[in-house]
């Protein structure tokens, strides 16, 4: 009966070598995170945990990662419209502009923050400008806001066009279709639309905004306050106190596990309620 | 369950392969020369930010004289690879750039041997070319609004640092503190900071891509370079024989070359 198998195989689940991997997937992606709890130097974690540098470190996080998020909303939200319209264009245009949004995705951070100084710098191809105009980026708090909006743009792109890419389109033209504007419609029907899609985009953003390392530490550099957050203050802690580190880095945890918890089920990367 | 036993014939297949590809590597052939060489294999080396070029070229050069030898070189803060080194990198030869971090391993009863120090090194001053600050004296480096870069305190540059600052009794608010050396060099290069501290050899290496001067009191703030082979080390006679090559008299010649000092 060569064709019950798959009807079988639907109504038991998937089959036990797919259970197998997933298991070893699985316990790749949380082993490490269970080393730090089991490692982690418990009874000095309180007193690690109110110390300056930590708390300092945690609020320069917090708040260049919000900052960060707010600005991949407002720029990457028109962005994904942009893209998610683009299937219509010609085929050289269409990968241009998606290998564009995916850069940031494949390029090695640090190589991203060397980009970053490269142009913004002060003798940067814009930067020069700016300086002349008494403005120069890096090594400021400006500069840790913009190499994570580089880095966790994409997240948001992808997540909002994907969700514009399912949105029936038929609200927006029969709304256009009663006289509303172009911008009307997109703020009245477009962004309701693809909520989901938004709230899920802007927690990944965040997430990763909040985790960036190499194009902070190379654009930004790392000053206690200015520009120092927590992986670059947990990564230099972990070269002569390892406590430290692990402490900085469960703050970086707890923060980021504690916001992807703490949204509804269906706003969460991946779910489709 | 044709899907799942198709699974593990690829699984299978893809096994086959890396164990094939691993044994494609030819066994060596018959030595022609008349003494063959009892060194083979690799030594994986972790040094100092400021050990790149030199030990770069003392590698190449050693490879050449044994050419069985492969030298796998990973450069970077000396911290950051002795905490490798003690969370269990895999490596054979370890090379800081002070003792006191070297000391965090033999502490932890990685080393081989007592380290041996073969090489000192002093912090000079770095401006790029341009100097657009007017840097000419390690003084200016605390007046407003003159953008220095130093190495952080957790390695062995930025303690370096704090001692030359502290000697010259000045007060510097750094705009970045870096996580090693080669990090600041950069920074002076691509002109985006004033001024920056890096080891005379850092200075030398980058020729005319940024412009020295003098600090009076470097001289009395000295980092001593020791090296050592690793109690882990799978490749002990390779491993010891490049040792002996950094201290043999070529070595000593191209650690001079470079800027280096002599213990």
Redesign the interface.
């Known amino acids: 009966m060569p064709d019950s198998?798959p009807r079988s195989?639907t109504r038991r689940g998937p089959?036990?070598?797919i259970w197998v991997i997933a298991g070893i997937a699985l316990a790749l992606l949380v082993l490490p995170l269970l080393a730090i709890l089991l490692s982690a130097p418990w009874p000095r974690i309180p007193a690690l945990l109110v110390a300056p540098e930590t708390l300092q470190a945690l609020g320069l996080s917090v708040l260049t990662a919000v900052i960060s998020t707010v600005l991949c909303l407002v720029l990457g939200i028109p962005l994904a419209v942009v893209l998610a319209r683009s299937v219509a264009w010609p085929v050289i245009p269409r990968r241009l502009l998606r290998a564009a949004v995916t850069v940031p995705l494949v390029l090695p951070p640090v190589v991203g923050g060397l980009a970053l100084?490269?142009l913004l710098?002060?003798?940067g191809v814009l930067g020069r400008w700016l300086a002349a105009v008494g403005i120069t980026l890096?090594?400021t708090t400006g500069a840790v806001v913009i190499a994570q909006t580089f880095v966790a743009m994409p997240f948001l792109v992808f997540a909002v066009e994907g969700a514009l890419r399912g949105a029936d389109r038929r609200v927006e033209l029969a709304a256009a279709s009663l006289g509303a504007s172009p911008w009307k419609v997109f703020r009245t029907i477009t962004i309701p639309l693809v909520a989901p899609g938004v709230a899920a985009g802007a927690v990944l953003c965040f997430a990763r905004a909040l985790g960036e390392f190499g194009a902070t530490?190379t654009f930004a550099?790392?000053?206690?306050g200015v520009?120092?957050t927590l992986p670059i203050a947990s990564?230099?802690?972990?070269?002569?106190d390892?406590s430290q580190s692990i402490a900085l880095a469960l703050v970086l945890l707890v923060v980021s596990v504690g916001v992807l918890l703490g949204l509804r089920d269906r706003w969460l990367p991946g779910v489709r309620g | 369950m044709m899907p799942s036993s198709r699974v593990a014939a690829a699984v299978a297949l893809v096994w086959a392969g890396l164990v094939l590809a691993g044994c494609s590597t030819p066994p060596a052939g018959p030595s022609t020369t008349t003494t063959p060489d009892p060194l083979s294999g690799t030594v994986t080396v972790l040094a100092a930010a400021s050990l790149t070029e030199v030990y770069g070229d003392l590698a190449a050069r050693f490879e050449k004289l044994h050419p069985k030898v492969t030298i796998t070189e990973n450069f970077g803060g000396s911290s950051a690879l002795a905490a490798q080194i003690v969370q269990g990198a895999p490596a054979d030869l370890f090379a800081t750039a002070n003792e006191a971090t070297m000391k965090t391993v033999t502490d932890a009863g990685l080393a081989d041997g007592t380290p041996v120090v073969y090489a000192t090194n002093v912090l000079t001053l770095v401006v790029p070319p341009s100097n657009p600050a007017g840097v000419t004296t390690v003084g200016d480096l605390a007046k407003p609004g003159v953008k220095v870069a130093l190495c952080d305190k957790t390695v062995p540059c930025g303690s370096a640092a704090i001692g030359l600052l502290a000697a010259e009794k000045l007060a510097v608010t750094p705009v970045t503190l870096e996580t090693d050396v080669k990090a600041v060099l950069t920074k002076v290069e691509l002109d985006e900071v004033d001024a920056g501290l890096v080891y005379v050899t850092d200075a030398h290496s980058a020729g005319d891509k940024v412009r020295q001067i003098a600090v009076p009191d470097a001289a009395n703030v000295i980092n001593r370079y020791p090296v050592v082979v690793l109690s882990g080390s799978t490749n002990k006679a390779a491993a010891r024989a490049f040792e002996q090559f950094i201290l043999s008299a070529t070595g000593k010649a191209a650690l001079k070359n470079a800027g280096f000092g002599a213990p």
């Open positions: 198998a195989a089959a036990v070598v100084l490269l710098g002060r003798n890096p090594f530490i550099g790392s000053y206690p520009t120092r990564y230099l802690a972990s070269q002569n390892l």
